[in-house]
C-alpha cells in the first residue's frame, strides 16, 4: 500500500498552474495510541484553499512547501488505535489532498471539519462536504444570522450555483423570499431557475450589471450574499435599498490577483447606512446542531436541491481545483480519491 499525495510545490503567482503542485507515492503513516488511519474517498476542492497557497498571514496558516494541499475529507477508518472508533466506519475528517492520513479523533466534533462518524443511512456522505457541511453551514449562518431576511424581501446572491451559492438561494426561498441569483453562464442560470426554483437569475458577463440587477429586481435588494467581491459587488451597491444587509462571505474574483484592486465606492453604503460583515464559518460552530436539523430535514424532504461535480482520481485534483477558480464547476467540487462502499 502507498499513500498517493498532492503536495504543494510552488507558491502560484496568479492563477495556480498544474507544475505548482507535485504528485508523490509514500508509505501508509501508522497510527499511534488515540489516533486512526483513514482512506480517503471523498476529498473536497474549495476556493480557500487558494489562499492557503500563499506565503501571507491569515485567518487560518498557509500551505508549506513540500506539505500536502490542505482540505476537507470524508473516508473509511482502515485501522484504530481510538476505542470511540471502528475499521469501516466512516468519518469526517480534515485530511488533505492524500489517499491516507492520521486523525486524531478525540470523538467529538472540533469544527466544520469534524472528526466526526458519519452515518450512510442519513444521508450520502459525500453532503458532509458540501450542503450538508462547512459550505452548506456557511450559507445558513451567513444567510439567516448575519443575512436575516425577512419574507417578501429580496436577497441577491452571487456564485449562485456554487456550493453556498446554491444552498443561500434555496434558503431565501424557504423563509419567503424572492431569490435572485448571478452567475457566468446561461447554462448555470438554467440550472438555479429550473432545479434550484430561484426567481430570476443573471449573468454578470453582461456591460451594465446595475441595470439588468434593477430589472431583476425591482423592489430593490435587502441582502447580497456576496461570494465574488469585484465588478458585482460594485453593481449590487447601486441597487440596494435602505437597511440592506450584506454577508461579505468570499472575494473570488480576486483570489487569483497578484495586485490588490482599487476598492469599490462605498457611498451608498453610507446614504442607505448598510451594514456589511464579514465572517467565517468557523467562528460560528455553536450553529451546527441547528444547521444539520433544518439542512437535514429540508434534504431528506427534497426542498434543499444540492449537485455534485465528481473528478475522479487525486491525480486529477490540481486541475479540478484550477477549473473551480475559473468557475468550470456547478454545485459542489468534489475529487472521489477511492471507492465508496456507502453507495451501492
Ligand atoms: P463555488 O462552488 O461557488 O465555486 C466558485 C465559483 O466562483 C465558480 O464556480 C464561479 O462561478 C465563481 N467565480 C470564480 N471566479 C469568479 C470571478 N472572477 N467573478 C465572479 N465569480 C467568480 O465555491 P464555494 O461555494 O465553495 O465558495 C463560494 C465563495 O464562498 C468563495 O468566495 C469562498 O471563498 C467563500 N466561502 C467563504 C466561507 C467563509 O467562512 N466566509 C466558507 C466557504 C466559502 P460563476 O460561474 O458563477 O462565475
Not at 488511519?37 to 476529498?43: C, K, N, P, S
Not at 485501522?79 to 468519518?91: L, M
Not at 449590487?236 to 440592506?244: C, D, G, I, T
Request: with cysteine; glycine share 12%; hydrophobic share 40%.
Amino acid at each position: 500500500m502507498t499513500n498517493r499525495r498532492v503536495l504543494l510545490k510552488r507558491r502560484p503567482v496568479g492563477e495556480p498552474k498544474p507544475t505548482d503542485f507535485e504528485v508523490v507515492d509514500a508509505p501508509v503513516p501508522t497510527p499511534q495510541d488515540g489516533e486512526i488511519l483513514v482512506r480517503t474517498i471523498w476529498l473536497s476542492l474549495d476556493p480557500y484553499m487558494r489562499g492557503r497557497m500563499n506565503d501571507v498571514k491569515s485567518y487560518a496558516p498557509s500551505v508549506e512547501l513540500g506539505q500536502p494541499m490542505v482540505g476537507g475529507t470524508v473516508g473509511e477508518v482502515v485501522e484504530s488505535r481510538d476505542a470511540a472508533f471502528r475499521p469501516g466506519e466512516f468519518v469526517l475528517t480534515y485530511g488533505g489532498w492524500q489517499a491516507y492520513h492520521i486523525a486524531r479523533s478525540a470523538g467529538a466534533r472540533v469544527g466544520p471539519f469534524g472528526p466526526i462518524k458519519l452515518d450512510p443511512r442519513a444521508a450520502p456522505i459525500s453532503t458532509a462536504l458540501g450542503v450538508l457541511g462547512m459550505p452548506g453551514m456557511t450559507a445558513y449562518v451567513g444567510l439567516y444570522d448575519l443575512g436575516q431576511p425577512k419574507p417578501g424581501e429580496t436577497v441577491v446572491v452571487s456564485a449562485a450555483a456554487g456550493a453556498v451559492g446554491s444552498v443561500v438561494g434555496q434558503l431565501a426561498k424557504i423563509r419567503g423570499c424572492r431569490t435572485v441569483g448571478i452567475t457566468s453562464s446561461r447554462e448555470k442560470c438554467e440550472y438555479v431557475l429550473k432545479e434550484l426554483d430561484f426567481d430570476a437569475c443573471v449573468s454578470y458577463r453582461v456591460p451594465d450589471l446595475a441595470a439588468v440587477l434593477r430589472d431583476a429586481c425591482p423592489n430593490g435588494v435587502d441582502v447580497y450574499f456576496d461570494n465574488v467581491g469585484g465588478d458585482v459587488l460594485k453593481a449590487v451597491l447601486r441597487v440596494v435599498n435602505p437597511f440592506a444587509r450584506i454577508p461579505l462571505c468570499g472575494i473570488i474574483s480576486q483570489y487569483n490577483a497578484a495586485e490588490p484592486p482599487p476598492g469599490p465606492n462605498l457611498g451608498p453604503v453610507l446614504v442607505n447606512r448598510v451594514t456589511i460583515r464579514g465572517f467565517i464559518v468557523s467562528d460560528h460552530v455553536d450553529r451546527m446542531p441547528q444547521f444539520l436539523a433544518d439542512c437535514g430535514r429540508w434534504v431528506r424532504e427534497g426542498r434543499l436541491k444540492y449537485r455534485e461535480d465528481v473528478v475522479e482520481g487525486l491525480d486529477r485534483a490540481p486541475e479540478a481545483f484550477i477549473g473551480l477558480l475559473r468557475g468550470r464547476n456547478v454545485g459542489k467540487m468534489l475529487v472521489q480519491v477511492g471507492a465508496d462502499p456507502s453507495r451501492h
